[in-house]
């Protein structure tokens, strides 16, 4: 059984600059894999190629089996993803864009209704939603962003900084959410949050100038007598700034 993302030397190039170079790594079902590294590692690069936004400059990328460039529309099917940000047509109510995105994922009628309560009712967005996605505080965007990803249930989720912006509650309530789901899914979360990849990720990959620089448990990754946040740190400083 292939495992449920799959990436295998993926590389993207911006004119002469590359920001994802080489990168290979596979998520199976069950597992929730922390994506770490500095600002401009190219952790969303990678999650963008893996969501069809970019398009890869070299290497493959597969959600389920379906190549995300030749397949996109099989692998997009499978594929449950929170880009960074805030998620567009602001004007419309939170109901309304859930409605949207369920039309596009093929749901009619009462179905569409219990998707669009379901995944309300998973990210807590029930009290606003009827409100304007505008008028949203940071953290309730980033909830509306994780419900449009989880309504179709898919068996992947790729998740650019999901507790981004959330108060400390719902950090906590998302990362539950999150270990709830696991065992059914594969998650690739990205995150700044070290203590998050403690909390919620059965492994970590740490990228830093678009390459893979560890990729282990985060027990595996911690030395003896050092913090993960000091790991971080020397993996992904240069070394004349250490
Ligand atoms: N469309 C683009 N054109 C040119 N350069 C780009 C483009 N998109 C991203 N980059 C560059 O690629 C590098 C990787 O960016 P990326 O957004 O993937 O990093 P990141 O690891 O997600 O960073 P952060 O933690 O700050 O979100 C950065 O140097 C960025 O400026």
């Not at 409100?131 to 990803?149: D, N």
């Not at 990754?221 to 992904?236: H, I, K, N």
Request: hydrophobic share 40%; aromatic share 4%.
């Amino acid at each position: 059984m292939p495992a449920l993302i799959e990436i295998e030397r993926l590389t993207k190039r911006f004119g002469d600059f590359t920001a994802v170079d080489d990168v290979s790594f596979s998520v199976d079902r069950g597992e929730v894999v922390g994506f770490l590294g500095p600002n401009g590692a190219g952790k969303s690069t990678t999650m963008k190629m893996l969501a069809g936004f970019v398009t890869p400059t070299a290497g493959t990328a597969r959600i389920c089996g379906k190549d995300v460039v030749d397949s996109p529309v099989a692998a997009k099917r499978s594929l449950g993803y929170l880009p960074e940000g805030a998620p567009t047509y602001p004007e419309m109510t939170v109901t309304g864009f859930l409605r949207f995105v369920a039309s596009i994922r093929g749901y009619r009628g009462g179905e569409a209704d219990e998707r669009v309560e379901a995944a309300m009712q998973l990210t807590q967005l029930e009290g606003v939603q009827l409100q304007p996605i505008e008028t949203l505080s940071k953290g309730f965007k980033r909830r509306v962003g994780l419900a449009q990803s989880l309504l179709h249930d898919p068996p992947v989720l790729v998740l650019d900084e999901p507790t981004d912006g959330l108060d400390p509650n719902q950090k906590h309530e998302v990362r539950q959410l999150i270990r709830r789901m696991a065992p059914q899914k594969a998650i690739l979360i990205s995150t700044h949050i070290l203590e998050e990849v403690e909390a919620v990720c059965s492994r970590a990959i740490v990228i830093a100038g678009g390459k893979v620089l560890a990729d282990s448990t985060p027990a595996g990754l911690v030395a003896p007598g050092r913090s993960l946040e000091q790991v971080f740190r020397d993996l992904t400083m240069p070394k004349d700034a250490a």
